[in-house]
C-alpha cells in the first residue's frame, strides 16, 4: 500500500516538475505552443498564452494578425487543400492519401498522421512540428524556427479540415 501512495506522488510531483519545466521553457525563449480555436461564433489563435485576432473574410478565408505581419488562410474541402497567404510567402498544400508534402522556403515537408489525433511534420527524418487536434481547432506542441512565419496559419488551416472530417463523418452515421 505504502508503495502504491508514493507513486502517486512521485507522478503528482513529476507532472508539477514537467508545467514548470515547460513554463521555464517559454519564459527562456524556448519553444511557444500555438493554438487554433474555431468556433460557430468566432476563432482564435493563442501564441504562447496571448490570444491573436481571427477575422472571417469572403470565399472562407480566415485573416490573422500577428507580430509578424498579417496572414490568411483557406481550406478548401472539395480539393482536399490548404491555400496560404503570408507575409513570408503563399503555400499551397493538397493532401493526398499517403505522403502529404509541401515545399516551403526551398525545403521539402512531409505531412504524417498518427495515433490519437497526432500530426507531425517532417523535413528529411527531423521531425519539424507535432500538434494534435482538439475538439475546437489543433494545437502545436512545437515547431521549429523555419515554419515559425507560417505556424499561425497552418495551425488554423489543420484545424479547418479537422473540422470538416468532422462533420462528414457526423453527417455519414
Not at 45 to 67: I, N, Q, S, Y
Not at 158 to 167: D, E, K, V
Amino acid at each position: 500500500m505504502e508503495g502504491a501512495a508514493e507513486r502517486a506522488d512521485s507522478l503528482k510531483d513529476l507532472q508539477a516538475g514537467t508545467r514548470r519545466a515547460y513554463r521555464r521553457s517559454v519564459a527562456l525563449g524556448g519553444f511557444v505552443t500555438v493554438e487554433a480555436r474555431l468556433g460557430l461564433l468566432r476563432d482564435r489563435v493563442f501564441e504562447g498564452g496571448e490570444e491573436l485576432p481571427v477575422r472571417r473574410g469572403r470565399g472562407g478565408w480566415r485573416e490573422v494578425v500577428g507580430p509578424t505581419g498579417t496572414g490568411r488562410v483557406r481550406y478548401d474541402g472539395w480539393r482536399d487543400r490548404i491555400l496560404i497567404e503570408s507575409a513570408a510567402g503563399n503555400l499551397l498544400i493538397p493532401f493526398r492519401w499517403r505522403n502529404t508534402t509541401f515545399t516551403w522556403q526551398g525545403r521539402m515537408y512531409r505531412i504524417a498522421s498518427g495515433f490519437w489525433s497526432r500530426l507531425k511534420i517532417f523535413d528529411g527524418e527531423r521531425e519539424a512540428a507535432g500538434g494534435k487536434v482538439t475538439l475546437a481547432g489543433f494545437r502545436f506542441e512545437f515547431v521549429v524556427p523555419e515554419l515559425r512565419a507560417i505556424e499561425r496559419e497552418l495551425a488554423i488551416g489543420l484545424g479547418l479540415r479537422a473540422q470538416a472530417f468532422a462533420a462528414v463523418m457526423a453527417v455519414a452515421h
